[in-house]
């Protein structure tokens, strides 16, 4: 079945923990993004990467970091975590191109106490 | 720098009712993409439609149609007979080329569907 998985599906760290959420799709697809979902705000994208090795910014990265070393895998990584990164985060894959829809993972609720 | 407005925050209506999910969107490119996901109280996202930008033909699917009109900049979203499965949150969302090879999705806020007996 193709899908993109996420784990942890539910995490509840404490301030400055380092943290890795992992994300892997098996419909080998290029591009990859990470989004966090909060109220009110919708859906805003971390990260992104075109392809293996090739990662860039999104309209928040601040407190993120991520790396794609397999096509398959897109880890989110938050090296010391704040409350302020409490969120909803879904990681998402696609074929390149702006008109290809992009699949998304169950998402992974997060929060930092 | 583009944007998507979803000015209906929370809609309710009865079962079997009509109702039409608002979207606006700005962007200047002249080529992109338009989409609808629909969230259901388990919270996965479900990808319902793409229009792109050259085609204003209107869509239908069973009981959901999208009408996409560029002089307004909207991309409306009309469920008929409503039923209480329809109960989630939408989203509108659009696509722009970054770097001209990828797709960057810009989500509007969402618009929360309450559908009731």
């Known amino acids: 079945e193709a899908q993109v998985t996420q784990n942890p599906r539910y995490l509840i760290t404490v301030t400055g923990k380092k943290l890795t959420v992992t994300c892997s799709q098996n419909m080998n697809h290029e591009y990859m993004s990470w989004y966090r979902q909060d109220p009110g705000l919708g859906l805003r994208q971390i990260y992104y990467s075109m392809n293996v090795e090739v990662t860039d910014k999104g309209d928040v990265p601040e407190g993120y970091k991520v790396s794609r070393k397999e096509k398959r895998n897109f880890p989110l990584i938050l090296e010391s975590p704040s409350p302020n990164q409490t969120s909803l985060y879904f990681c998402?894959?696609?074929?390149?191109?702006?008109?290809?829809?992009?699949?998304f993972g169950p998402g992974t609720r997060l929060t930092v106490l | 720098a583009q944007k998507v407005t979803q000015a209906q925050t929370e809609i309710s209506v009865v079962e079997k009712e009509d109702v039409t999910l608002d979207c606006v969107y700005e962007t200047r490119d002249t080529t992109y993409y338009l989409f609808w996901y629909k969230q259901p109280p388990s919270g996965e996202l479900v990808f319902l439609i793409r229009r792109n930008s050259f085609d204003e033909q209107n869509e239908i699917s069973g009981r959901y149609s999208w009408n996409f009109q560029k002089s307004t900049s909207s991309f409306n979203f009309t469920i008929t007979a409503s039923q209480v499965v329809d109960s989630a949150v939408y989203f509108c969302a659009l696509s722009e080329s970054q770097t001209g090879t990828a797709s960057k999705l810009t989500f509007g806020t969402g618009t929360r569907l309450q559908v009731t007996l």
């Open positions: 998402a894959s696609s074929r390149t191109g702006s008109y290809n829809e992009q699949f």
